[in-house]
């Protein structure tokens, strides 16, 4: 009002009276205007504000307004806070606004945090937030905790209805387990998820199968299978705690160790085929070697009785050979060849008959 009468007095001292009254609209135009914007923002958070302040929640006007400047949905601030108070939780208003803003899910981390305090699980919101922030659900995770859940080993979702593995004695064995694990709220930040349980647990029955004398002995005590995987420490590293692991169901599949040998039969014979193959292709290609070797040992024959005319036409012109012994040459030559044909045997093997 005293801003209103100022302006009306400068109008008035002014040398026309229209100077003042148009001060006096803008001033009361400015006034109004502020006066709607706050009306507005009354109206727009009084409900919040009244659920804040009957219960007890601590959460001002001007926190409200400061919410919808900073894009904060002030519903889930101011209902978050609600429940943490009404549970008994000390969490500040700051504390909400700056997981929202970080893209943290507020009302699962407040419902996580109740069901932590009434399991009497120690959980601190900064670790609440932390495993939200990382991308676990940290209400299923306190579920977990407190109602432990049963995993399939193998996942179903893996395409394998079985564990397979083969006894000492060759037969194979087919495993089916159930894995009862509870969420370990001090090792989700970092530890291995589900899948790494579903792991070691599959490799711990094959190497406890494999290391049976024979298949009957699984049968016969499948407990066996659950209680060396417990031995060895599986949920080391994890973010759970394995509570039980119990063999769901065994059956026999192939002999496996038959197979092998058949097929390692059958790969020695194709071996053995092989190496037979090439020594008779070796066989074959020194048979033609020698075959081409013979011919030319009689190429050379025919080129050596090719040069024994000469030799003698030589002789001749040299006064080496006479006549008479050329002819007592050919006369041995005609004796030999007499003495082969008598002592070659007929064909049929017929001797020729003595005359009578």
């Known amino acids: 009002m005293n801003i209103l009468a100022t302006m009306l007095a400068l109008g008035e001292n002014s040398e026309g009276p229209s100077i003042g009254y148009i001060l006096l609209y803008v001033g009361l135009g400015l006034v109004g205007l502020v006066v709607l914007i706050v009306f507005l923002i009354f109206t727009k958070f009084i409900k919040l504000w009244a659920q804040a302040y009957f ?15 900073r894009k904060v949905d002030p519903q889930v601030i ?15 208003t700051r504390d909400l606004e700056c997981h929202y803003l970080s ?48 995993i399939d080993c ?29 969420a370990n709220i001090e090792r989700l930040i970092g530890g291995a998820t589900e899948e790494t349980i579903i792991a070691r647990v599959g490799e711990g029955i094959v190497t406890t199968i494999g290391s049976s004398d024979s298949y009957k002995t699984v049968l016969e005590n499948p407990d066996t299978i659950s209680q060396r ?7 080391a590293g994890t973010a759970f705690s394995i509570l039980s692991i119990d063999i769901a169901d065994v059956d026999v599949g192939e002999n496996i160790g038959a197979k092998l040998q058949a097929d390692q039969a ?24 020698m075959v081409a070797q013979v011919q030319e040992n009689r190429a050379k024959v025919v080129l050596a009785e090719a040069e024994i005319p000469l030799a003698i036409a030589e ?6 050979l006479g006549i008479m012994d050329y002819y007592r040459m050919k006369n041995i030559q005609a004796d030999t060849s007499m003495r082969d044909s008598i002592s070659r045997p007929r064909p049929g093997g017929q001797d020729k008959p003595e005359n009578k």
Do not use: C, Y
Request: no cysteine.
């Open 55 to 69: 219960a007890n929640a601590g959460v001002r006007m001007v926190e409200l307004f400061g919410m919808a400047m």
């Open 78 to 92: 101011v209902m978050g806070k609600i429940r943490a108070i009404q549970a008994g939780l000390n969490v500040t």
């Open 103 to 150: 893209g943290g899910h507020v009302p699962s981390v407040i419902t996580a945090l109740i069901a932590a305090n009434r399991a009497n699980i120690d959980l601190s919101w900064k670790t609440a937030t932390a495993i939200d922030l990382a991308g676990r659900d940290i209400l299923d995770a306190v579920q977990t905790s407190v109602n432990p859940k049963v």
């Open 154 to 182: 193998p996942n179903p979702k893996s395409g394998r209805s079985t564990i397979d593995a083969v006894a000492k004695d060759g037969i194979q064995v087919k495993a089916k387990a159930r894995v009862t694990v509870r």
């Open 229 to 235: 995987v417990l031995e060895k420490g599986l949920d």
């Open 266 to 289: 059958e790969a020695d014979k194709r071996r053995f085929q092989a190496e037979a193959e090439k020594r008779r292709a070796m066989a074959l290609a020194r048979e033609q070697e």
């Open 315 to 320: 002789s001749f012109r040299s006064g080496h």
